[in-house]
């Protein structure tokens, strides 16, 4: 019985000892790292607790922006600044009209040269005969003067060169200046009519071709006309082209000529009517209306530059109707040309670009064509390269010096 008992104490003994062993082993072990004191901003929100702050109600009434001080920014109650106002462009002052042509001279003169220097070539030759005559005709054809006027040039130089015997080359050269005149017309009147005598203001379409210089044009037509003393406004009627208004108004702000315009693709009559109508509120010299110049089909342009003359006219009648022509187009030239005769009634012509081709002819050549004189003429992309018409300085450049 005794040895029983003692049996069990060991037991219990050696239990105790074991537990004892395994709770400390577990006391020796490292424990997890508490959790972040700071809030976790990735984690969601959680609701509020019993004594936390609740959130301000939605319908809270708001404060005013001087009751709240922007982070960063001034403190509430200062004077909010004001942003700078736009800068107002200074107007350009256009070069004088008077006397362009003489001035843009060397510029005709480095591409017309050719016609006249061959001329003159041909005409030096010691025996004129019928080879030398095919060869002066072909020239002037090159040059686009066209059929009909040269014919007519090389019959008159034949029997002048013929009556004149000798020919020196300062003779020759006088003989040709005065025939080359009498083609391009010197009797001609090519002022621009911007001045009604019964009232104000006058009114001038321009009509071409897109791609011919047209709104360009336009734009370059008022710094001439404001060089000159006039007051403009600029009617942009050509509202199928997206950037022909703009275009247009940044040339009329460059001299401070007001543009009136509508909406894209509006109504090109409507704001060829709006223009006349502020330009007689404004009091101004002269309106100038840029229409559009699509060819797609005659009938269609008729229609439309036909109505925008119909609807001006409730106005005042026009005083111009100028057609922009590309120079280098030669021919071609004349085949829109006829077009647009044939829709409107044109009263003068602006080639553009004569700088750029050696086929000067397409003056003469033009103007038979219509029976309308060249009026103006563009020689380079400059703001200031329109130049009124004159032929004796048209012609010095075709000759040379």
């Given at each position: 019985?005794?040895?029983?008992?003692?049996?069990?104490?060991?037991?219990?003994?050696?239990?105790?000892?074991?537990?004892?062993?395994?709770?400390?082993?577990?006391?020796?072990?490292?424990?997890?790292?508490?959790?972040?004191?700071?809030?976790?901003?990735?984690?969601?929100?959680?609701?509020?607790?019993?004594?936390?702050?609740?959130?301000?109600?939605?319908?809270?009434?708001?404060?005013?922006?001087?009751?709240?001080?922007?982070?960063?920014?001034?403190?509430?109650?200062?004077?909010?600044?004001?942003?700078?106002?736009?800068?107002?462009?200074?107007?350009?002052?256009?070069?004088?009209?008077?006397?362009?042509?003489?001035?843009?001279?060397?510029?005709?003169?480095?591409?017309?040269?050719?016609?006249?220097?061959?001329?003159?070539?041909?005409?030096?030759?010691e025996h004129l005969d019928e080879d030398t005559w095919e060869e002066i005709e072909d020239?002037?054809?090159?040059?686009?003067?066209g059929v009909q006027p040269t014919q007519e040039l090389v019959e008159r130089l034949r029997?002048?060169?013929?009556?004149?015997?000798?020919?020196?080359?300062?003779?020759?050269?006088?003989?040709?200046?005065?025939?080359?005149?009498?083609?391009?017309?010197?009797?001609?009147?090519?002022?621009?009519?911007?001045?009604?005598?019964?009232?104000?203001?006058?009114?001038?379409?321009?009509?071409?071709?897109?791609?011919?210089?047209?709104?360009?044009?336009?734009?370059?037509?008022?710094?001439?006309?404001?060089?000159?003393?006039?007051?403009?406004?600029?009617?942009?009627?050509?509202?199928?082209?997206?950037?022909?208004?703009?275009?247009?108004?940044?040339?009329?702000?460059?001299?401070?000529?007001?543009?009136?315009?509508?909406?894209?693709?509006?109504?090109?009559?409507?704001?060829?009517?709006?223009?006349?109508?502020?330009?007689?509120?404004?009091?101004?010299?002269?309106?100038?209306?840029?229409?559009?110049?699509?060819?797609?089909?005659?009938?269609?342009?008729?229609?439309?530059?036909?109505?925008?003359?119909?609807?001006?006219?409730?106005?005042?009648?026009?005083?111009?109707?100028?057609?922009?022509?590309?120079?280098?187009?030669?021919?071609?030239?004349?085949?829109?040309?006829?077009?647009?005769?044939?829709?409107?009634?044109?009263?003068?012509?602006?080639?553009?670009?004569?700088?750029?081709?050696?086929?000067?002819?397409?003056?003469?050549?033009?103007?038979?064509?219509?029976?309308?004189?060249?009026?103006?003429?563009?020689?380079?992309?400059?703001?200031?390269?329109?130049?009124?018409?004159?032929?004796?300085?048209?012609?010095?450049?075709?000759?040379?010096?």
């Amino acid at each position: 019985m005794e040895t029983v008992i003692l049996a069990v104490v060991i037991a219990v003994v050696v239990l105790a000892v074991l537990g004892g062993l395994v709770v400390g082993s577990r006391r020796q072990k490292s424990l997890p790292p508490p959790p972040p004191t700071t809030p976790d901003i990735t984690a969601p929100p959680t609701e509020p607790h019993i004594g936390d702050e609740a959130e301000t109600p939605r319908d809270e009434p708001r404060r005013t922006i001087e009751e709240v001080d922007l982070p960063g920014g001034r403190a509430s109650g200062t004077a909010v600044e004001e942003p700078p106002a736009p800068e107002i462009p200074e107007l350009e002052i256009p070069e004088p009209t008077e006397g362009r042509l003489v001035r843009l001279r060397a510029r005709l003169s480095r591409s017309q040269n050719a016609l006249g220097k061959g001329l003159l070539t041909l005409l030096s030759r010691e025996h004129l005969d019928e080879d030398t005559w095919e060869e002066i005709e072909d020239t002037l054809l090159t040059a686009d003067v066209g059929v009909q006027p040269t014919q007519e040039l090389v019959e008159r130089l034949r029997e002048r060169v013929r009556v004149l015997g000798t020919r020196t080359p300062e003779e020759l050269r006088a003989l040709l200046r005065d025939e080359l005149l009498t083609l391009v017309g010197t009797d001609v009147d090519r002022t621009v009519k911007t001045e009604p005598a019964d009232r104000k203001p006058g009114i001038v379409m321009v009509v071409g071709v897109n791609g011919t210089g047209k709104t360009t044009t336009t734009g370059k037509l008022a710094r001439v006309l404001v060089a000159d003393g006039r007051t403009v406004v600029l009617g942009a009627a050509d509202t199928f082209r997206a950037a022909a208004a703009d275009q247009l108004q940044t040339w009329g702000e460059r001299v401070g000529a007001h543009t009136v315009r509508g909406p894209e693709a509006g109504d090109p009559a409507s704001v060829a009517f709006d223009a006349v109508k502020e330009g007689k509120e404004m009091g101004v010299d002269v309106v100038l209306i840029d229409t559009a110049g699509r060819l797609h089909t005659k009938t269609g342009l008729m229609d439309e530059l036909g109505k925008v003359k119909r609807v001006v006219e409730k106005h005042a009648p026009l005083d111009e109707v100028l057609l922009v022509l590309d120079a280098t187009t030669g021919q071609n030239g004349l085949v829109q040309a006829r077009v647009f005769a044939e829709v409107v009634d044109i009263t003068g012509i602006v080639l553009t670009k004569l700088d750029g081709t050696a086929k000067g002819g397409i003056v003469v050549a033009v103007q038979r064509e219509l029976g309308v004189p060249v009026k103006l003429v563009g020689l380079g992309e400059g703001a200031d390269d329109l130049a009124p018409f004159e032929p004796e300085a048209f012609v010095d450049a075709l000759i040379g010096d």
